[in-house]
C-alpha cells in the first residue's frame, strides 16, 4: 500500500517567488496537516484539513495557505518567499477522531529559498 | 511556548546497551503520545504510540513509559543498534485529527 507521497522532493526557489507543493495521503485517510522542520529542529504544525476544511492553523504568517481536494490530497502554497522559508515540508494523513488516531508522515519536499 | 519538553539533546550508546529518551509535557489536554524515528534527508517514521490510560506499551525492542501525575512519558530502545542512529522525536496530541506538537529532537548515536 502506498504511504503518504509528497511532490517534488526537492525544489530552488528564489525570493519573492510563489511555490506549491502537493501531498497524497494514504487510500482512506481524509485528514492531511502541513508541517515545516527546519534544519536541527522539530516539526513545526502549518494547517490541518478535515473533509476539505480548515481544522486547525499553526502560528504561521498569511502568506502561507492550503487547500484540500474532493480525494483528499492537498497542496500547500507560499507567496513571496523568504530565505527563512528554507525548509523540509511534511505532510501528515491520517483518520479523524479517537484518541488513538494514528498520524503518518510523507518524505518531505525539500525547499531552498536563495 | 514549548509544550513538550525532550531530553537529552544527543546521545551515545554502546551496541546492545540501553537508550533512554525523556519527555515531558505541560498540556493535560494531551491525548495520544506518539515517537518518530527521523534518518537524515528523510521524512519522521512512527516507531511506537500510548495513551494515557495505559502506563506502558512495548512493541519489539522499543518500549514508552508513561507518568501521568508527573506528565512525563519516556522511548526506550533495549539492545541499541547501529542502525537505531537517527534523530527521535516525541510528539504530543490533544483531541482528534494530526495536529502534533514536538519535541526539540534527541540525536542518537550506537556505537560499535
Known amino acids: 500500500d502506498a504511504g503518504v507521497t509528497q511532490s517534488p522532493t526537492h525544489l530552488i526557489k528564489t525570493r519573492g517567488q510563489h511555490v506549491t507543493l502537493r501531498c497524497s495521503p494514504i487510500s482512506g485517510h481524509k485528514s492531511v496537516s502541513w508541517y515545516q522542520q527546519v534544519l536541527g529542529q522539530g516539526p513545526q504544525f502549518i494547517f490541518q484539513?478535515?473533509?476539505?476544511?480548515?481544522?486547525g492553523r499553526g502560528n504561521f504568517p498569511d502568506r502561507f495557505s492550503a487547500r484540500q481536494f474532493p480525494n483528499y490530497s492537498s497542496e500547500l502554497n507560499v507567496n513571496a518567499l523568504l530565505l527563512g522559508d528554507s525548509a523540509l515540508y511534511l505532510c501528515?494523513?491520517?483518520?479523524?477522531?479517537?484518541?488513538?488516531?494514528?498520524?503518518?508522515f510523507g518524505e518531505g519536499s525539500w525547499l531552498t529559498v536563495v | 511556548q514549548q509544550q513538550v519538553k525532550q531530553s537529552p539533546q544527543s546521545l551515545i550508546v554502546q551496541k546492545g546497551g540501553i537508550s533512554i529518551i525523556n519527555c515531558a509535557y505541560e498540556?493535560?489536554?494531551?491525548?495520544?503520545f506518539p515517537w518518530y524515528q527521523q534518518f537524515p534527508g528523510k521524512g519522521p517514521a512512527l516507531l511506537i504510540a500510548?495513551?494515557?490510560?495505559?502506563s506502558e506499551k512495548k512493541e519489539g525492542r522499543f518500549t514508552i513509559s508513561f507518568n501521568k501525575s508527573a506528565k512525563q512519558f519516556s522511548l526506550h530502545i533495549m539492545d541499541s543498534q547501529p542502525g537505531d542512529s537517527a534523530t527521535y522525536f516525541c510528539?504530543?496530541?490533544?483531541?482528534?485529527?494530526?495536529?502534533?506538537?514536538f519535541g526539540t529532537g534527541t540525536q542518537l548515536k550506537v556505537e560499535l
Open positions: 500510548i495513551r494515557p490510560d495505559v
Open positions: 484539513y478535515y473533509e476539505k476544511e480548515e481544522r
Open positions: 498540556n493535560t489536554a494531551f491525548d495520544y
Open positions: 501528515a494523513s491520517s483518520q479523524w477522531g479517537g484518541s488513538g488516531n494514528t498520524i503518518y
Open positions: 510528539a504530543a496530541r490533544a483531541g482528534g485529527g494530526n495536529k502534533l506538537t
